[in-house]
């Protein structure tokens, strides 16, 4: 099994920066796919950004603004957010999963985290 862990989700004003840490323990590889998905009240959770053999992909609403890394000798993903405003406010979720996947698909993940709430205030 592989375990995640987010961290870094507070309270920041619009147009402030975040930064958003995902620890992954177990047996989680540096193969591995990971991305941050996101679920605001009464929506559905949505793709944000994900990174699968160093390669990116963002959704068409953070490009520019969101970053997606990874640390392979930590198992550490990260995200910086940047340019913060409303929509963005979520529960931010990390996720993994040990194949080749779709990276924009939620449910194509075997393992996610609890989720780190982040909220802009306006």
């Known amino acids: 099994q592989v375990q995640l862990v987010e961290s870094g989700g507070g309270l920041v004003q619009a147009g402030g920066s975040l930064r958003l840490s995902c620890a992954a323990s177990g047996r989680a590889s540096s193969t591995y796919t990971m991305g941050w998905f996101r679920q605001a009240p009464g929506k559905d959770r949505e793709f944000v950004a994900a990174i699968r053999l160093g390669i990116t992909y963002y959704a068409d609403s953070v490009k520019g603004r969101f970053t997606i890394s990874r640390d392979n000798a930590k198992n550490t993903l990260s995200l910086q957010m940047n340019s913060l405003n409303a929509e963005d406010t979520a529960v931010y979720y990390c996720?993994?999963?040990?194949?080749?996947?779709?990276?924009?698909?939620?449910?194509?993940?075997?393992?996610w985290g609890q989720g780190t709430q982040v909220t802009v205030s306006s």
């Open positions: 996720a993994a999963d040990r194949g080749i996947v779709t990276p924009r698909i939620p449910q194509r993940y075997e393992y």
